[in-house]
């Protein structure tokens, strides 16, 4: 697949709220420019950086202005990217499939896409609070698609991002 067939487009969900819709195998990634912090929920694949980097620059960014990559989940079409941001965090169970490099769990071998190796820097916990100036995210444990997964809630504007837990039409994914 070419870069232009792959080509990533940018929707403002909320000021300084955007989604970055990609084709698959790979999932969407969400901005969320906080006044103190810029936020990336998942990071997509690993050969979708470029496009990613791109979208970023559309929106005046670089990759080193990304002060986190919070990963909804372990699986390759939601972390491939990471390593090319400085921090990330994960639920602790994510964090440690990660670490392990746990291909069967991370599904990078069955769709062989092998994932650089990156270590989780932060292991979240449910109701841990990720404060944006602006924004503010809560962790929800989600468990269900994977052990590891989290939905994030912005309770002051009443969003969820649910990774792969709901998918899309409101299907629920693992349950």
Request: net charge negative.
């Amino acid at each position: 697949m070419s870069t232009d067939e792959r080509k990533t487009k940018i929707v403002e969900l909320r000021p300084g709220i955007y989604q970055f819709r990609v084709e698959r195998p790979g999932s969407h990634v969400y901005l969320i420019r906080g006044q103190v912090k810029n936020v990336l929920i998942d990071a997509g694949t690993a050969y979708n950086f470029e496009n990613l980097r791109d979208c970023l620059a559309e929106l005046g960014l670089e990759p080193g202005q990304i002060h986190l990559v919070v990963l909804t989940h372990e699986h390759f079409d939601h972390i491939g990217a990471s390593p090319f941001f400085y921090d990330t965090a994960a639920h602790r169970l994510a964090a440690n499939k990660i670490q392990l490099q746990d291909e069967f769990v991370m599904m990078s071998k069955y769709f062989d896409r092998l994932a650089k190796p990156f270590q989780v820097d932060i292991c979240l916990e449910g109701e841990t609070i990720i404060e944006l100036g602006n924004y503010r995210l809560t962790v929800l444990h989600t468990p269900g698609h994977t052990s590891g997964s989290i939905c994030l809630y912005e309770p002051d504007h009443k969003l969820l991002f649910t990774g792969d837990t709901v998918l899309s039409e409101g299907i629920l994914s693992g349950v």
